[in-house]
């Protein structure tokens, strides 16, 4: 866990935890305890039936409500941020996402395109509204950083996963195409991180989610990175010691995204084909 000051003087926007196993949750206790100021905020309805009030109240922190496909909530959420912290926003983490095809179990042949496209907006869309409107109000610090999560299901097809895999893959390219745009005018870094699966709300809405966890811990080398290494590889991208990297889609996976077999994995199968080969005996 990172406990050094590499946050000190930096303020932040922490948007999307929700309750304890959120990824935003543990990241926003990393970036506190290395020595930033934050703001959290979610939807009205998340902070009524989640638990991140705890997380504000325990910190000491602001909580402020606000949808992040709602364009207007945008603006008045960057602003009320900016007067809390007492100046503009140095990081912000997005870490937003919903299927309502996944959580009712449509199966993307059978997807609803009104459900489809509420994905998209929740889900990818919602970065470009909150850096669209932050860089019209020149909300974000010189020398600022912006990380959003991301899953690898953008790049490869991973049964079941939906249509967050094509929300993925536009959220990565929201990525790519601000990073330039705010590169430019502002010197700031925009990147994705790629996480492992790891328990969460959201996560529990994906079919065979217990398997789908120990199967890739089995099939990357250093095992699945959690909530924790997630925080703390996110205070290093929002701190000056990243200076020079972004519009990248950053792999936090323990090696699984380069990988084909692993010992552990090989071990795994072998035993349960012959356990099978038993069975039939
Ligand atoms: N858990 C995983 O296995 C995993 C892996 C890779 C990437 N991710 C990504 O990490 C991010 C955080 O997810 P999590 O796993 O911590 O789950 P989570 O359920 O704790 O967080 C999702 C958050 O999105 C918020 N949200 C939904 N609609 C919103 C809206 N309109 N406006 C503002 N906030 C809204 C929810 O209130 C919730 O806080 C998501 O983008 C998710 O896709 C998760």
Request: charged fraction near 20%; hydrophobic fraction near 40%.
């Amino acid at each position: 866990m990172t406990e050094i000051n590499l946050l000190h003087n930096k303020r932040g926007l922490i948007f999307g935890a929700v309750d304890e196993r959120s990824l935003a949750w543990h990241t926003a206790l990393a970036c506190k305890r290395c020595g930033a100021q934050i703001v959290l905020a979610n939807t009205p309805i998340a902070i009524q039936l989640g638990t991140i009030r705890n997380l504000a109240d325990s910190l000491q922190i602001p909580l402020l409500p606000c949808d992040a496909t709602d364009v207007e909530q945008l603006g008045t959420l960057l602003d009320e941020a900016q007067r809390l912290l007492g100046g503009k926003i140095d990081f912000i983490l997005h870490a937003v996402a919903m299927s309502h095809n996944l959580r009712r179990h449509k199966p993307y042949e059978e997807a609803s395109y009104n459900y489809f496209l509420r994905t998209l907006d929740t889900s990818a869309l919602s970065l470009h509204k909150l850096l669209a409107t932050a860089l019209k109000m020149d909300a974000v610090a010189q020398g600022g950083s912006v990380v959003t999560l991301t899953y690898i299901a953008s790049q490869r097809t991973v049964m079941g996963y939906n249509d967050m895999a094509d929300a993925k893959a536009m959220l990565e390219s929201v990525v790519r195409n601000f990073g330039l745009i705010y590169g430019e005018r502002k010197g700031v870094r925009i990147n994705a991180v790629s996480q492992s699966p790891t328990p969460t709300k959201a996560s529990a809405g994906f079919d065979r989610m217990n398997y789908f966890y120990r199967l890739t811990d089995e099939l990357s080398p250093l095992g699945n990175a959690n909530a924790d290494d997630l925080a703390d590889l996110c205070v290093m991208l929002f701190s000056d010691f990243t200076r020079k990297l972004t519009m990248q889609t950053i792999y936090n996976d323990g090696g699984f995204s380069n990988t084909a077999l692993t010992t552990r994995f090989a071990d795994t199968y072998s035993r349960a084909v012959e356990l099978a080969k038993q069975d039939t005996e």
